[in-house]
C-alpha cells in the first residue's frame, strides 16, 4: 500500500529533535522557491515558510493560487492539501479530514 502523510507523521516522531530540525532547515530552503514565489505570499508582507508544518500564518488572509501541489516537499512528507497557510498545517487539516 502506498504511504500516506499518517505513515510519515508515525517515522517523524521516532527522529531526534537534531534530525527534525536538519530536516526542515532544508525543507524552508525549498518552500522559499514555492511559498516564496507564490502569489498568496507575496506582498503580505509575510517571512515565515513551511505553513505545512507549522500552521496558518498570521498575515496572509486571502487566497490567490497555491504552489504547495509541485512542492517537493509535499510529494516527500505524502501531503495531499494546499493552502497550509490559510487552512492549517498538514495535520490540522488530516484532523478536519477526520472529523468531517
Ligand atoms: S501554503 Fe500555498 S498558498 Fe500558502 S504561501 Fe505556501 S504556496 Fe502559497
Ligand atoms: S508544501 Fe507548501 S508549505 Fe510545505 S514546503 Fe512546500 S510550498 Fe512550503
Excluded at 537534531?18 to 525543507?27: C, L, Q, V
Excluded at 505524502?78 to 477526520?98: A, D, I, M, P, V
Amino acid at each position: 500500500m502506498a504511504k500516506k502523510y499518517e505513515d510519515v507523521l508515525k517515522e517523524m516522531s521516532k527522529l531526534s529533535e537534531e534530525e527534525i530540525k536538519k530536516r526542515m532547515e532544508t525543507a524552508s530552503k525549498i518552500c522559499a522557491n514555492y511559498c516564496g514565489k507564490c502569489p498568496t505570499y507575496s506582498g503580505t508582507g509575510e517571512t515565515k515558510l513551511l505553513f505545512c508544518g507549522i500552521g496558518k500564518s498570521e498575515m496572509i488572509e486571502e487566497e490567490k493560487g497555491c504552489m504547495c501541489p509541485p512542492c517537493p516537499v509535499q510529494s516527500e512528507m505524502n501531503l495531499r492539501w494546499q493552502y497550509y497557510c490559510t487552512r492549517g498545517s498538514g495535520r490540522e487539516q488530516l484532523e478536519k479530514e477526520k472529523s468531517s
